[in-house]
T-cell receptor
Framework: GNSVTQMEGPVTLSEEAFLTINCTYT??????LFWYVQYPGEGLQLLLKATKADDKGSNKGFEATYRKETTSFHLEKGSVQVSDSAVYFC???????????FGSGTKLNVKP | EADIYQTPRYLVIGTGKKITLECSQTMGHDKMYWYQQDPGMELHLIHYSYGVNSTEKGDLSSESTVSRIRTEHFPLTLESARPSHTSQYLC????????????FGQGTRLTVV
């Protein structure tokens, strides 16, 4: 079956610290992988995506690399800001299917 | 910028009332989804549609119903609201290819008192 597992939060960091949020997946075939961000009171927004093995998605200083050998898609940012405080969701969309599978979300708190 | 809209943003309603949560998208997407988001943040798929006149139940059982009479419109209805229906409801849409993302509305926060 298809599933996504991401690290539990909350994750609390000081401003300018390095961020890693782990995400691993199980999927049939070759899925596309996504990271979404949700700010308080809002819907989810796409942060970045990767559609095949070894692709790197990047946006706003965030990066994630599609690792087929380890079935992982870890989110990283070199220097977080207070404005990055939000909930982050890892997701997959499997080939030949049209449903999205989301991880349980990781809340990030960045302190000044 | 995503063109998918949910109304209302917030709704407080009494037990036993019938409610409809609206979701519309202007992107011509054939696939639309309803998710229920619990306070622990996890998303649960409750309904989805692959096109007009196509609806399916999701992974989480829900007492709500949906319809898809027009491509752009995917309303969710609760015939008799209960306090257990209190939650955040998120609507999303996506186009066909497997490498395309879902676009989300801003959500409706429903409180049943």
């Amino acid at each position: 079956g298809n599933s996504v597992t991401q690290m539990e939060g909350p994750v609390t960091l000081s401003e300018e610290a390095f961020l890693t949020i782990n995400c691993t997946y199980t999927a049939t075939g070759y899925p596309s992988l996504f990271w979404y961000v949700q700010y308080p009171g809002e819907g989810l927004q796409l942060l970045l995506k990767a559609t095949k093995a070894d692709d790197k998605g990047s946006n706003k200083g965030f990066e994630a690399t599609y690792r087929k050998e380890t079935t992982s898609f870890h989110l990283e940012k070199g220097s977080v800001q207070v404005s990055d405080s939000a909930v982050y969701f890892c997701a997959l969309k499997a080939n030949n299917f049209n449903k999205f599978y989301f991880g349980s979300g990781t809340k990030l708190n960045v302190k000044p | 910028e995503a063109d998918i809209y949910q109304t209302p943003r917030y709704l407080v309603i009494g037990t036993g009332k019938k409610i409809t949560l609206e979701c519309s998208q202007t992107m011509g997407h054939d696939k639309m989804y309803w998710y229920q988001q619990d306070p622990g943040m996890e998303l649960h798929l409750i309904h989805y549609s692959y096109g007009v006149n196509s609806t399916e139940k999701g992974d989480l059982s829900s007492e709500s119903t949906v319809s898809r009479i027009r491509t752009e419109h995917f309303p969710l209805t609760l015939e008799s609201a209960r306090p257990s229906h209190t939650s955040q409801y998120l609507c999303a849409s996506s186009s066909g290819p497997s490498n395309t993302e879902a676009f989300f509305g801003q959500g409706t926060r429903l409180t049943v008192v």
